[in-house]
């Protein structure tokens, strides 16, 4: 059974703090690592990762992929109250309709 | 374009009642989902479709059923509603080869909200 585990489960730091987010998965025929933001509606996409030690970066976010580890860490610089949200870390095999989600990340970003 | 539409966006049912949640999508996806969310959990997908007539199972398809008689839509149906069905549902589309059309993002929804009583 297809498996993703993101830690920690919440975290609550102050503008301005660096944080990494955790994700480890195990995905049957894995092919690719999906982040994605969730603020009050629906999950928007962040990155997504199909090759290991590649960095891919949008601003003050930035992730990578292990797949040698089956992990992935998101990292968000100067954090703002602005990135407050849920994280969630997605493991999609070759299906891609047929994505596994982690538990998610509750990000409280504190003025 | 509107992307994926989702309808209702709440409903209160009563314990055995029926209904359906409709989702349309206007981006030519091949792939179409179901996802229910509930409180402090991730996503979990209930079915899943790779296009129009070919429907599959998730992680949680008890007392869901899904038809996909066209590319655009993909309506859930609860048949008949339990309290364990409250949840938030998400609707997914995304393009079958990540790469190739796109990145294989799923495109969500706003959500529909159902209490089931």
């Known amino acids: 059974e297809d498996k993703v585990v993101q830690s920690p489960l919440s975290l609550v730091v102050h503008e301005g703090d660096t944080v990494t987010l955790n994700c480890s998965y195990e995905v049957t025929n894995f092919r690719s690592l999906l982040w994605y933001k969730q603020e009050k509606k629906a999950p928007t996409f962040l990155f997504m990762l199909?090759?290991?030690?590649i960095e891919k970066k949008s601003g003050r976010l930035s992730s990578i992929l292990d797949k040698k580890e089956l992990f992935s860490i998101l990292n968000i610089t100067a954090t703002q109250t602005g990135d407050s949200a849920v994280y969630l870390c997605?493991?999609?095999?070759?299906?891609?309709?047929?994505?596994?989600f982690g538990d998610g990340t509750t990000l409280t970003v504190k003025p | 374009n509107a992307g994926v539409t989702q309808t209702p966006k709440f409903q209160v049912l009563k314990t055995g009642q029926s209904m359906t949640l409709q989702c349309a999508q206007d981006m030519n996806h091949e792939y179409m989902s179901w996802y229910r969310q509930d409180p402090g959990m991730g996503l979990r997908l209930i079915h899943y479709?790779?296009?129009?007539?070919?429907?599959d199972q998730g992680e949680v398809p008890n007392g869901y059923n899904v038809s996909r008689s066209t590319t655009e839509d993909f309506p859930l149906r609860l048949l008949s509603a339990a309290p364990s069905q409250t949840s938030v549902y998400f609707c997914?589309?995304?393009?079958?080869?990540?790469?190739?059309?796109?990145?294989?993002?799923?495109?969500f929804g706003e959500g529909s909200r159902l209490t089931v009583l």
């Open positions: 479709s790779v296009g129009a007539g070919i429907t």
């Open positions: 997914a589309s995304s393009y079958r080869l990540a790469g190739v059309r796109g990145t294989g993002e799923l495109f």
């Open positions: 199909t090759s290991s030690g």
């Open positions: 997605a493991a999609m095999g070759t299906n891609a309709g047929k994505s596994t």
